[in-house]
């Protein structure tokens, strides 16, 4: 069973400081992908990580996926409070199975 | 255009009754996903279809749980019977044709209380 293990697993910040979040596993994915949730809708897709070490930026929020494709991080710079959510990371193992993996998420609260 | 569809989107029910929960995929897309939501588990696949085929249905925690997708534009989730432990957040996801990094889209979900 793949397991991806994310933390911390509750963050409350300052609007204006900068946060890293981990996902972590033992287990290669050949994908990652990492969603937002906000309470009470469903989680929305931010970005996917294909290639070992890759760098993905998406306005103040950088993604990479570890060299060995094992592990990633999020990093918020200058966080605002439209930043708060559930943030989620998913691994897929590839070839034509389609399944998901999920961590259990990151609680974000950036705080006025 | 309409996401993924889901109703209903709050049921209240009692311990051993039967619930089916629903789910409309985006138009087009031919893999659909039923997940549960707990703060204990975090976010579980129960089940996946492609092309109206039920394809893992591992994550399915026990045989009081069943999943249907008689076409293309429409699943169903259906507990019977029902029981507190089952008291979760359900959605269901769609996907495209596309290669596996396609996005899944999430509805937004039924929250199922079993009294």
């Known amino acids: 069973t793949q397991l991806l293990e994310q933390s911390p697993q509750f963050l409350s910040i300052q609007e204006g400081e900068n946060l890293t979040v981990y996902c972590n596993s033992s287990?290669?994915?050949?994908?990652l992908q990492w969603y937002r949730q906000e309470p009470g809708e469903g989680p929305v897709l931010l970005v996917t990580v294909v290639t070992g070490g890759e760098v993905k930026k998406l306005k103040r929020l950088t993604f990479q996926f570890g060299d060995a494709r094992k592990d990633s991080s999020l990093h918020i710079t200058a966080a605002q409070p439209g930043d708060t959510g559930l943030y989620l990371c998913?691994?897929?193992?590839?070839?034509?199975?389609?399944?998901?993996?999920f961590g259990k998420g990151t609680l974000l609260t950036v705080n006025p | 255009d309409a996401g993924v569809i889901q109703s209903p989107r709050h049921e209240v029910t009692e311990m051993g009754q039967e619930v089916t929960l629903r789910c409309k995929p985006i138009s087009g897309h031919n893999s659909l996903f039923w997940y549960r939501q707990t703060m204990m588990r975090g976010l579980e696949l129960l089940i996946y279809f492609n092309n109206n085929v039920p394809i893992d249905d591992s994550g399915m925690p026990e045989d009081r749980f069943s999943a249907k997708m008689p076409n293309a534009s429409f699943s169903t989730l259906k507990i019977q019977p029902s029981e507190p432990r089952d008291s979760a957040v359900y959605f269901c996801a769609s996907r495209g044709r596309a290669s596996y990094t396609d996005t899944q889209y999430f509805g937004p979900g039924t929250r199922l209380t079993v009294l």
């Open positions: 287990s290669v994915f050949s994908s």
């Open positions: 998913a691994g897929e193992s590839g070839g034509s199975n389609y399944k998901l993996t």
